[in-house]
Nanobody, 113 residues
């Protein structure tokens, strides 16, 4: 059984930073691709960043240079370091096992102006 649990969300002022964490069980990080997605009310969930099993990273244009995705295969953890946050980054952020299609429960990120 695959379980993904996000943490690290919260309220931060514009320009601030947050680090999201996703703890995974039931999958092997070393061979799976992982991703971070976000969703705002009334909108579809969108990909923010993904990382392949061999460490290749992909980012949506709006977060390039500000967000960094990383993973620790030994700990089965994936992270999203978010710097220079903007009010438009406010959303519920979800961790996803891209390879298996499993989702976490989400963590709220709110950026105040």
């Amino acid at each position: 059984q695959v379980t993904l649990v996000e943490s690290g969300g919260g309220l931060v002022q514009s320009g601030g930073s947050l680090r999201l964490s996703c703890a995974a069980s039931g999958i092997s990080f070393s061979i799976y691709a992982m991703g971070w997605y976000r969703q705002t009310p009334g909108n579809q969930r969108e990909l923010v960043a993904s990382i392949t099993n061999d460490g290749r990273e992909v980012y949506v244009d709006s977060v390039k240079g500000r967000f960094t995705i990383s993973k620790d295969n030994a700990k089965n953890m994936v992270y999203l370091q978010m710097n220079s946050l903007k009010p438009e980054d406010t959303a519920v952020y979800y961790c996803k096992s891209v390879t298996t299609g499993n989702w976490g429960q989400g963590t709220q990120v709110t950026v105040s102006s």
